[in-house]
């Protein structure tokens, strides 16, 4: 089994940065964020392989960066210039070799 502990999550304004944290349980190929708003489909927000090849939405590129430190099994999803529109709980997420795996998610919420 893989578990992910998440963090950073929490209120921030419009215009504010929040940096969410995803410790893996153990070494993963691709890590990435996901995200889910009431009523609308879970979408990748951004991933990357333990290579460095990144993939961001194109909703958030140029605001959001994706890294990942893989001598602790960790990713990181640096959000500045947040919006309103990117309110919506936060998955983490890693693949290999044909397994999808799914941290429990945490909450972003951008509000005046």
């Known amino acids: 089994q893989v578990q992910f502990a998440e963090s950073g999550g929490g209120l921030v304004q419009p215009g504010g940065s929040l940096r969410l944290s995803c410790v893996a349980s153990?070494?993963?190929?691709?890590m990435g964020w996901y995200r889910q708003a009431p009523g609308n489909q879970r979408e990748l927000v951004a991933s990357?392989?333990?290579?460095?090849?990144?993939n961001y939405a194109d909703s958030v590129k140029g605001r959001f960066t994706i890294d990942r430190d893989n001598a602790k099994n960790t990713v990181y999803l640096q959000m500045n210039s947040l919006k309103p529109e990117d309110t919506a709980v936060y998955y983490c997420?890693?693949?290999?070799?044909?397994?999808?795996?799914w941290g429990q998610g945490t909450q972003v919420t951008v509000s005046s």
């Open positions: 153990r070494s993963i190929y691709t």
């Open positions: 990357i392989t333990e290579a460095g090849t990144t």
């Open positions: 997420n890693g693949r290999t070799w044909g397994e999808n795996y």
